[in-house]
Structure formats: C-alpha cells, structure tokens
C-alpha cells in the first residue's frame, strides 16, 4: 500500500486588510470596563498593549457574529455594521461568503466550522444544484481525514488501454502508454497574465511542493524557475517546439491550445513530442456549445490529455450575453456520456477549469465525469485578491502585497489546499469511496435538482400546460 499522502498546513497570517462580512467599531461612549473581553470567547476584544487601561480596537478577523458583545455592554458602546466591500465584492458566481472561507482557509488550512450548522443554500445553479450521498456518514468506520482506513486521492494523467491483448503463450502484446500519477485531483492554472515574478514563483513552489503540476506559458518559465519543470506544465505554440527543445525535453507534460488545423495535426505534433522527450500532451479546449463534439474528436485522434475550459463564472464560453449557456455541471457531464457513448471515455484523461471557487467542487466535477480539476482563482484569493463581477470582471490585488515574502504567499496557498484535500477525504469517507478515480462520473451517488423537480412536479405542469393550451 502507498503512503498515504499528507499536506502540511501551518498558520500564515496576512498582514493586509481584507474583506470582512462584519465591522466592530468602538464608540467614544466605551468606559473601558473589559466586559467585552469577558464575553467574547473568539477573543475579538483586548486590552492595549501600550496602555491596559484602555480598550485596543476590536478584532474583525476572529469575529464569529455571536453578537454577545454588543448585548453585554454597558455603555452601548459597540456597533456593528456589514462591510461596505463584502456587498460589494464578486457577483453572482463568486459570492462575498466563498472570499472569506478561502481567506480563512488559506491562513490556516483548516475546514471552517461555525458550529451554526449549514446555512447555504439547498438549491440553486451550476454545482449548487447538486448533493453528494452521504450515506456511508453514519457507519462508526467512517474514515474522513482521521486516518483510520486509506483513502488514495491520486489520480492518473494520460492514455489508457480500454483492454489489455496476449498472445497464445499469455505474453502482453498491448502496448502500455506513459501516465503521470499526481496525488491529489487538483492542479494550478495561472489566471492572469500580469502576476509578479514572486508570485509565480511562489505557485510554481507550492504546486512542486503538493507534488501537482501548475500550466505556465512558456516564455514564463524563466531560468530561475525551471529547476521546477517537472512541476510545470509549459503552455506552448506548436511552431515553438523547436524553440523550446531543451524545455520539452526535462518536462513531464506539455500543453497546446486548441485551434481547429490541431485535430489533423494532432498525431504528427504528438510524434514531434515524443522524439524529443516522454512528455505527455494536454489539448485545452474552450467550453463552447460544440464542446463535447471537439473533445470527441480529439480523443479518436489519439489525445491523452483533454483539458475544457469555461469561463470564470463555469459557464459556457462565446454566445450572446442573453443566451441560456450550460454551466460547468452540465458542461462535464455532456463531455464525459459523449465519450460513454463512442466507447473511448477510459482512454483520455479529462480536466475542467472554470468556475471552481470551493472544495466541494472537486468532487462535485469529477461525479459528472471529470477526472480532475484545475483552479486559478481561489489561488489569487488566498492571499487577498478581490474579484468584482459587475458591471465587468475586474482583478485587483492588494495593496502591500509586493511586501509579503514569497514563502507566506507559498504556504497560504499549500494551506488552501489542504483544507480542500480534507474536504476531499471527508466527501469521500462520507460516500465510502476509497479511491479518487472511482468518484469520475458515478453521478448515482449524487443528486440533481433539475432531475428531481421534473420527477416530483414535471407530470403536474405537463398537465396544466395542456389544459391551458
């Protein structure tokens, strides 16, 4: 039995000022008593350390909204008020809520509990609209993160056999191809091209230190960096191969973008590949309507690697602003019964991007048929980056960040990671699923709401439509 993979986690303060759902402010009426220092469990209320006599200013951060402080004073003397930049920050994807869980995740890389139960929503699109069965939550052996049976997260990158074939004297005359085993279904795509140097460093040396892959355009990977390259997954121009040689040749695998001349250059540019190294090739496809139809394709032509790529939101890519686009849930889930169907599904590796904000989404996308996942955003997030929806997507990252070390950047990141493995191992316990690959489209051991809603109520406003007709 492998060792069972483990993430490291240590708490990484940021000292820069973030998004809080809530303010405390301390009102010139305070008497300096302390009662709030009493009440408050979180220790969100201090003395100062220059002067105890006096109240320090409340600490937003470990705030949990019990509201005992503001019952318990005296004087009145606490208000409490929504932050203005918590109702305004990110959209209708990335809610306020889901910055503040990464945020919190990353500065310590622990599951965030409130002890006020779940108060999320039951319903609503994309992977809200989908519940994972939990039945196995209640067996006393449940494993989760507490080790007691091994659980594999690893998941295998590349081509497989969908048979094997001997010969008479039970020789294997199959040819088995080359895979990439990483260890968790998760790698990193960088999201924006603007990031610093020591932000990317520090996401090469996560990823490397998670032992997953990060994809980086090629004329990124720098010399300071490419003692990384077999964490790196160099995003590359098929005219470029010979430019780059020396790269290709020490990397494990490299990507293209698609573009429609690739589905009969595809064998060609794979043998090009493979005369310089092993290295493995991914196809990045953009979500579009025809996606699954591409994608298919592809894999007939020998991909080992497709990755789908919606957009920020997880929606579909191109059409009109007011045109109903399938959302990452259905987009998967059409890609992976398009490969069921042509009989090729276990022969190509499947990533999709776009969309991913939390944990449970990992599962969520490999139950519909993805085999892994890659994120970017939640990566830019864990160390304070704010995303705003409206009226336009704009990126904007803190201000001080060029003053934060390279190594806090890094472990914030490795933290995130491993809260979200740890939800990933409690998501699995919870299913009795002992390996990772087992989760790729076993949507029977999940629950659609549109599935449901049409079982329970379809007939009903069938039959109102045909009397109103």
Not at 81 to 89: E, G, P, T
Not at 201 to 215: S, W
Not at 423 to 433: D, K, S
Request: charged fraction near 25%.
């Amino acid at each position: 039995m492998p060792k069972k993979y483990h993430i490291h986690t240590k708490v990484m303060p940021l000292n820069l000022d973030y998004v809080y759902k809530f303010r405390i402010e301390r009102g010139e009426n305070c008497i300096n008593c302390g009662r709030c220092t009493k009440v408050c469990i979180y220790e969100a209320h201090k003395r100062g350390k220059d002067d105890p006599r006096k109240m320090a200013d409340p600490n937003t951060v470990v705030c949990r909204n019990c509201f005992r402080c503001i019952q318990e004073c005296p004087r009145g003397a606490l208000e409490k008020s929504l932050d203005k930049d918590f109702l305004n920050i990110g959209g209708s994807h990335w809610k306020s809520d889901i910055f503040i869980t990464l945020w919190k995740q990353a500065e310590d890389g622990k599951v965030p509990v409130t002890g006020a139960g779940y108060r999320g929503p039951f319903t609503g699109q994309g992977f809200d609209s989908m519940w994972t069965d939990m039945s196995e939550i209640v067996r006393p052996t449940r494993d989760g993160i507490h080790g007691r049976e091994y659980i594999s997260t690893s998941v295998e990158l590349g081509r497989k056999l969908n048979h094997l074939t001997f010969d008479e004297n039970g020789k294997l005359l199959s040819k088995i191809n080359d895979t990439v085993d990483i260890p968790i279904p998760i790698i990193f795509d960088v999201p924006v091209d603007n990031l610093s140097p020591d932000i990317a460093i520090a996401l090469i040396r996560a990823a490397a230190q998670l032992n997953t892959c990060v994809v980086l355009p090629v004329n990124k990977v720098t010399a300071d960096i490419k003692k990384y390259i077999k964490n790196i997954i160099p995003l590359i121009y098929p005219e470029e191969i010979d430019k780059y040689q020396g790269l290709i040749k020490n990397a494990r695998i490299v990507a293209f973008e698609y573009a429609e001349d690739i589905l009969s250059t595809l064998p060609a540019l794979k043998e090009k590949i493979k005369k310089i190294s092993n290295a493995l090739t991914i196809v990045r496809v953009p979500a579009t309507k025809s996606v699954e139809t591409i994608v298919s394709k592809l894999a007939h032509n020998g991909a080992e690697i497709i990755h789908v790529v919606a957009d920020y939101r997880g929606m579909e890519l191109n059409g009109s602003v007011n045109e109903n686009k399938r959302l990452g849930k259905d987009i998967i889930r059409a890609v992976h019964l398009k490969l069921v169907e042509d009989r090729i599904r276990d022969e190509v590796t499947i990533i999709f991007s776009g969309g991913i904000a939390m944990a449970e989404h990992v599962p969520k996308a490999m139950l519909c048929g993805a085999d892994l996942t890659a994120v970017d955003l939640p990566l830019l997030i864990a160390f304070g980056t704010r995303l705003y929806e409206n009226p336009e997507k704009i990126i904007v990252f803190p201000e001080g960040l060029e003053k934060i070390s390279t190594r806090t950047i890094m472990q914030r990141i490795i933290n995130l990671m491993g809260a979200w493995h740890s939800q990933l191992l409690e998501v699995m316990g919870a299913m009795g699923i002992r390996e990772a690959r087992r989760l790729r489209g076993e949507t029977g051991r999940a629950i659609f709401f549109e599935e449901i809603d049409n079982e329970t109520f379809g007939k009903i406003f069938k039959e109102r439509e045909k009397a109103n007709i």
